[in-house]
DNA sequence: ACCAAACTGCGTATACCGTCAGCAGTGCGT
DNA sequence: ACGCACTGCTGACGGTATACGCAGTTTGGT
């Protein structure tokens, strides 16, 4: 069954992995894939997500919006494309270090690139496929747990759990810094679409790093109708200012809860 | 800090918890904003996410879109209240069957909710705040874990590694699931644009659950270009057919992993 | 050398989409 | 009874993705 055909694939993954076959004929495209996907990433960088349209994409290349049709099916392709070329590349990670510090520095550095594009969040999940971007990523960390003997199937189970992490630590954290910006732009009366950039820095350092989250928890609820958490709420003693951004030293709960599984995982399955 | 004024909220989440306050004048509004997602999600029940327009949702309802516009300020709003009311209301949990079967329970229901509306997948992570239903669901893993001696900020944490998960392992099952269904279709020669429910389901069971990514792996994965991931998979024997739909009775690799490293954190805790 | 085929980019046109502004009707508070 | 607050709606506007077909360009075959 490994070896038959697998059968055919979505034409936007296919496009992913082979890209656009050059064509013998014709004059040469001006244009291709790459650089739709390129300027497509600008824009966003500039402007957010919302801001990559097909005529904007078009008139940053000098073209019209249709030209962008000949070498993309759809703006769901292009997206597709974007996701997977916006993944970057995953650091060197000095086999050294082993794989438990390896799988932290390879999920650090994935959150790291989402906090630099934050609009990767804005992405469904059902538009991030398994392009030649994210897959460099996998390879890498096959091979940081390259020492590890435990069966592909469950390597792989690992990487994406903490790819799926990488998502949620990141948004909780692009959350806060939305909110802090908020904050500091409603205390110092900037007007509400200010960009983050024109903001005094010292103030969104100093701000307090309430998330919605916790202004909700605060306001609404009560012992009748979330008993269980409200109880836990009243135990609760918020963090330290500053606790909601979490620094590169600092110890990361998630990361740290799905490696001791694994740790406990290998030790499992070495004994039995 | 804790107990000075938080700070206001986004107008949205905000509406998601005080709802519209009623309007002592005027007309008794003939529509309400419980009617306008409940209508929304009916669309994204039968067409998906997409078919989820202002016009069509105000057609639905027997009124024209800007009708909407009274008890909805934005699309994006009622996007957000769309997906917290999507989220539905928790299953009971027997505090008797322990914490970590709880949360195994407490999973699983949300996994199963996500299944049935995939169109949740679609929905960008910006736009699932933490309204009412999350709350409930919330409140429920708090109430699993009451018996845990840890940090509130700590459960919070695993409730969140555990709701990330839920999106990991739901968006592999529903692509899973629609890879057959291409196979499917492909094999009986049905059109592409055939729904789900018209196809064989002895077919759809049969159907070999290559994912597109497996697919990708056999035919695009060399030495050259991804050295760890090339050998891993040489060693690699794919699972039993069937195997890429996690049925509830097997063990989900995942929350094993993840509960193996809250227990050993509590464990090194109640050590130290 | 020539022509047909293949291929590119673009102009036009269509059908939506979300949403702003203003209007007519309705019913409570006074 | 009056006015005001509030409703839902009409009309319009700018933006969106994209189907279709045309004109121009390069190449392979003859």
Not at 81 to 90: I, T
Request: aromatic share 6%; proline share 9%; glycine share 8%.
């Amino acid at each position: 069954m490994s070896t038959e055909n697998p059968g055919a694939l979505p034409t936007s993954l296919q496009r992913l992995w082979e890209g656009t076959t050059p064509g013998r004929r014709g004059p040469k495209p001006a244009l291709s894939a790459e650089r739709i996907v390129e300027a497509a990433i600008e824009l966003a960088d500039e402007d957010g997500l919302a801001a990559v349209s097909m005529a904007r994409v078009g008139k940053r290349l000098g073209f019209s919006p249709m030209a962008l049709y000949r070498h993309v099916r759809d703006k769901e392709e292009l997206l597709v494309l974007l996701s997977d070329a916006a993944a970057g590349d995953p650091p060197p990670i000095d086999p050294a270090v082993g794989w438990r510090r390896g799988l932290e520095i390879w999920t650090r550095a994935q959150i790291d690139g989402v906090l630099e594009r934050p609009w990767l969040l804005e992405l469904p999940l059902s538009s991030t496929p398994f392009g030649p971007g994210r897959v460099r990523w996998l390879d890498r960390a096959f091979e940081v747990m390259r020492p590890l003997d435990i069966p592909t199937d469950d390597k792989l189970g690992i990487a994406g759990l903490l790819a799926q992490h990488v998502l949620g630590e990141a948004r909780v954290q692009v959350e806060s810094r939305r909110a802090a910006a908020d904050r500091v732009r409603r205390e110092t009366g900037a007007a509400p679409g200010t960009p983050e950039s024109d903001l005094d820095p010292a103030a969104l350092a100093a701000a307090d790093p309430y998330t919605d989250f916790e202004i909700v928890l605060q306001r609404y609820i009560g012992p009748d109708t979330y008993p269980s958490l409200f109880e836990a709420m009243s135990a609760w003693e918020p963090e330290a200012p500053g606790a909601g951004v979490t620094t590169s030293d600092e110890i990361d709960f998630g990361i740290m809860v799905i490696l001791d599984g694994v740790e406990a995982y290998i030790a499992r399955r070495r004994r039995g």
